[in-house]
């Protein structure tokens, strides 16, 4: 699994138009195949800061979202409405563990 995370600040005069944006790429991107999960949240700390985070099936279907057109159009609408670059990491995932609720420890899968 490869989980992408974009960091990005928005100027209050632009969140409208950046919540219309980021709301319409993640609904397109979750129809994609091999998308596992397109979610954006606002930090709750630092007013105007939000976090995109994928969860994608393999390389492969990373790749094609990218080939996507509504990819292009959703960072063509995008760049206008930062406030600085945003910072975008791939992480590539070998495992996932959950924490047990009842011990308060990592479960293994």
């Keep these: 699994m490869i989980v992408v995370t974009g960091r990005m600040r928005i100027e209050p ?3 409208e138009r950046y919540a219309e944006v980021t709301t319409e790429m993640c609904r397109r991107s ?17 007013e105007g ?12 279907a990373l790749q094609r979202h990218f080939g996507e057109p509504h990819t ?6 995008l760049f ?3 406030a600085e ?3 975008a990491l791939f992480h ?7 924490l047990d ?3 308060g420890l990592i479960a293994l899968d």
Excluded: K
């Excluded at 979750?30 to 630092?46: D, I, M, P």
């Excluded at 590539?92 to 959950?98: E, G, I, L, P, Q």
């Design 101 to 103: 609720p009842q011990r």
């Design 92 to 98: 590539t995932v070998a495992s996932t563990r959950r």
């Design 72 to 77: 292009r159009e959703f960072l063509t609408a």
């Design 80 to 82: 206008p409405l930062l």
């Design 30 to 46: 979750r129809e994609e195949q091999g998308c596992e999960g397109y979610r954006v949240y606002g930090e709750l700390e630092q």
């Design 13 to 15: 005069e632009h969140r």
């Design 85 to 87: 670059p945003a910072d």
């Design 49 to 60: 800061r939000y976090v995109i985070v994928e969860e994608w099936a393999d390389e492969e």
